[in-house]
Nanobody
């Protein structure tokens, strides 16, 4: 059974950077992490989860939430089954729980229902 574990969150000052990791385990024999469409979402209390980034399986094409504005970059280390999210120039509004998710569909979506497997998330707090 596929499981996802996030790490790399923490407290950072505005303008700082963090690199988050999403490590997959339990992949079926012969299946690599890039077989899945992989996304990062973020969750803040009393708000719906919003898409941060998504990498489509197969094509490898990526989409980002509008608020990213070129500050974040998602990348896949397929050899080690890890999806990264490099976040630069962080703002207070980026505070939240960042969660990794996968879908067996081969394209991206902003809809949470599209994704079947979720991690527990890693907390990012941007504050001076």
């Amino acid at each position: 059974q596929l499981t996802l574990e996030e790490s790399g969150g923490g407290l950072v000052q505005p303008g700082g950077s963090l690199k988050l990791s999403c490590t997959a385990s339990g992949l079926r024999l012969g299946r690599t992490f890039d077989w899945y469409t992989i996304a990062w979402f973020r969750q803040v209390p009393e708000k719906e989860r919003e898409l941060v980034s998504c990498r489509a399986s197969g094509s490898g094409s990526k989409i980002y939430g509008e608020f990213v504005k070129g500050r974040f970059t998602a990348s896949l280390d397929d050899a080690n089954d890890v999806m990264y999210l490099q976040m630069n120039n962080l703002e207070a509004g980026d505070t939240g729980n960042y969660v990794c998710a996968t879908s067996t569909f081969d394209s991206c979506s902003f809809t949470t229902e599209y994704f079947e497997t979720w991690g527990q998330g890693t907390q990012v707090t941007v504050s001076s």
